[in-house]
């Protein structure tokens, strides 16, 4: 089993700041992809960012040039760097990791999700 605990989610005014970590804890032999979701009320899920075991990321569109997504390895921990918050980046925010457990059966686990609300 695997789990993620996700933290830094609020209420934050428009144009500043969030930073949010999701810390993964468990059976785990090693994370392969880390990722970021949110979701707003009504809305479908939608990917904000990813990263790779190596380091590649990938933002959507909406949030390039304003988010950064960061992982630390040894503490399986992936970060993301919300600044020049806007609110339309209002959203349930849920931290995705999928990797390898010990034992050599991969998984995929999603954390329960924290809100960020941004006022204008």
């Known amino acids: 089993q695997v789990r993620l605990v996700e933290s830094g989610g609020g209420l934050v005014q428009a144009g500043g700041s969030l930073r949010l970590s999701c810390a993964a804890s468990?059976?785990?032999?090693?994370?392969?992809?880390m990722a970021w979701y949110r979701q707003a009320p009504g809305s479908q899920r939608e990917l904000v960012a990813r990263i790779t075991s190596g380091g590649s990321t990938n933002y959507a569109d909406s949030v390039k040039g304003r988010f950064t997504i960061s992982r630390d390895n040894a503490a399986n921990t992936v970060f993301l760097q919300m600044d020049n918050m806007k609110p339309a980046d209002t959203a349930v925010y849920y931290c995705h990791a999928a990797g390898t457990g010990i034992g050599g059966i991969g998984f995929g686990s999603w954390g329960q999700g924290t809100q960020v609300t941004v006022s204008s």
């Open positions: 468990g059976s785990i032999f090693s994370i392969i992809l």
